[in-house]
């Protein structure tokens, strides 16, 4: 009985140094997905515009939070990619400027610890959406490839390659639901700010609760009315920032950052009951954003993708979709 009660404050504690890395609940992170999914532009392969393929990806936008419970190291190591604690003064948590970006996590650690801080406690939301892309960035690019050549090879090579492709797209719908969860967690006020979970030790003259608000915001709240045909409705035209993709994450987490205090006003005026329509709209609102930044970066994964380089020794892939380079060798391996 005391191991049982040991391990479940361990537990609590993990929790709370991650800042309730819960983000929303299996119905957001759902809602986000599948809406995304649905308003994919023609340009893209009709393979992800498939009812299987979008159901698929709904589900997978839930993976990174039903692995929790894992193991301490998995989830130690996991648990800050889901949030960024950013302050008023647009600091993470009163240290580095959260904006520009550091190139790496290893020069954004280096500025964490010339303020006596890490990126385990400040957490690391915007390098696990960026990471995401240049993925899918990457999953694309293997596809392109792989369909080009495969439209050229005959026999076991064409079978090679038709499977290989196969195989490829079941990757890319696992890292789409992998992005998605990490853009849909940074659609949520509450992980993009240090006032996380109740306002924290900060200033506070606005009187806004100190209770923990994050669970019953994006979990009972969502489920209890928000709907896939309202985040759909919501959901703002494609927009290309013609920016990295770096320079996109951080204006989003920080405009993430900026709804902190309407969503405390909220609570504070009742909004955050469930079936609330106060907070059910800005709820909606709130999966709606994730759901768009989620679609402009898919198509912005695959509109890159296209100058990628795939395989060893690696080929570009607008030369093997030129015609110009036979990319099998590459493709299946020279070692």
Same mark, same amino acid.
């Given at each position: 009985?005391?191991?049982?009660?040991?391990?479940?404050?361990?537990?609590?504690?993990?929790?709370?140094?991650?800042?309730?890395?819960?983000?929303?609940?299996?119905?957001?992170?759902?809602?986000?997905?599948?809406?995304a999914?649905?308003?994919?532009?023609?340009?893209?392969?009709?393979?992800?515009?498939?009812p299987?393929?979008?159901?698929?990806?709904?589900?997978?936008?839930?993976?990174?939070?039903?692995?929790?419970?894992?193991?301490?190291?998995?989830?130690?190591?996991?648990?800050?990619?889901?949030?960024?604690?950013?302050?008023d003064?647009?600091?993470?948590?009163?240290?580095?400027?959260?904006?520009?970006?550091?190139?790496?996590?290893?020069?954004?650690?280096?500025?964490?610890?010339?303020?006596?801080?890490?990126?385990?406690?400040?957490?690391?939301?915007? =390098?696990?959406?960026?990471?995401?892309?240049?993925?899918?960035?990457?999953?694309?690019? =293997?596809?392109?490839?792989?369909?080009?050549?495969?439209?050229?090879?005959?026999?076991?090579?064409r079978?090679?390659?038709?499977?290989?492709?196969?195989r490829?797209?079941?990757?890319?719908?696992?890292?789409?639901?992998?992005?998605?969860?990490?853009?849909?967690?940074?659609?949520?006020?509450?992980?993009?700010?240090?006032?996380?979970?109740?306002?924290?030790?900060?200033?506070?003259?606005?009187?806004?609760?100190?209770?923990?608000?994050?669970?019953?915001f994006?979990?009972?709240?969502?489920?209890?009315?928000?709907?896939?045909?309202?985040?759909?409705?919501?959901?703002?035209?494609?927009?290309?920032?013609?920016?990295?993709?770096?320079?996109?994450?951080?204006d =989003?987490?920080?405009?993430?950052?900026g709804q902190?205090?309407?969503?405390?006003?909220?609570?504070?005026?009742?909004?955050?009951?469930?079936?609330?329509?106060?907070?059910?709209?800005y709820?909606?609102?709130?999966?709606?954003?994730?759901?768009?930044?989620?679609?402009?970066?898919?198509v912005?994964?695959?509109?890159?993708?296209?100058?990628?380089?795939?395989?060893?020794?690696?080929?570009?892939?607008?030369?093997?979709?030129?015609?110009?380079?036979?990319?099998?060798?590459a493709?299946?391996?020279?070692?």
């Amino acid at each position: 009985m005391a191991r049982f009660a040991f391990a479940a404050v361990a537990a609590a504690l993990v929790l709370s140094a991650s800042g309730d890395a819960l983000a929303w609940g299996a119905t957001g992170h759902r809602l986000g997905g599948i809406a995304a999914m649905q308003a994919l532009p023609a340009e893209l392969p009709a393979f992800l515009r498939t009812p299987v393929a979008v159901a698929d990806v709904g589900e997978l936008s839930r993976e990174q939070d039903r692995t929790k419970g894992a193991g301490r190291l998995h989830d130690t190591s996991r648990d800050p990619a889901h949030f960024v604690d950013i302050d008023d003064e647009g600091r993470v948590l009163g240290g580095p400027p959260f904006s520009p970006m550091p190139p790496t996590r290893a020069e954004y650690e280096t500025a964490l610890r010339d303020h006596g801080l890490d990126s385990w406690k400040a957490g690391w939301l915007h =390098y696990a959406i960026v990471d995401g892309v240049q993925h899918l960035t990457k999953d694309f690019g =293997y596809w392109r490839a792989l369909k080009a050549a495969e439209k050229r090879a005959r026999g076991q090579r064409r079978a090679w390659l038709a499977a290989d492709r196969r195989r490829r797209e079941a990757l890319i719908l696992q890292s789409i639901g992998h992005l998605s969860h990490y853009v849909t967690d940074g659609a949520q006020p509450l992980h993009a700010s240090v006032n996380f979970n109740g306002w924290g030790d900060y200033p506070n003259p606005k009187g806004f609760t100190r209770a923990r608000i994050h669970g019953p915001f994006e979990g009972d709240l969502v489920v209890s009315g928000v709907t896939l045909e309202g985040v759909r409705a919501r959901m703002a035209p494609f927009r290309d920032c013609a920016c990295p993709v770096e320079q996109r994450t951080v204006d =989003y987490l920080t405009a993430s950052a900026g709804q902190v205090e309407a969503l405390y006003e909220l609570e504070k005026a009742g909004g955050i009951a469930p079936g609330d329509p106060r907070g059910l709209a800005y709820a909606t609102e709130r999966v709606a954003v994730g759901a768009s930044e989620l679609r402009d970066l898919i198509v912005f994964a695959w509109r890159a993708s296209a100058e990628a380089e795939v395989g060893w020794r690696p080929v570009k892939v607008s030369d093997v979709e030129a015609g110009r380079v036979d990319p099998y060798d590459a493709l299946r391996g020279v070692d």
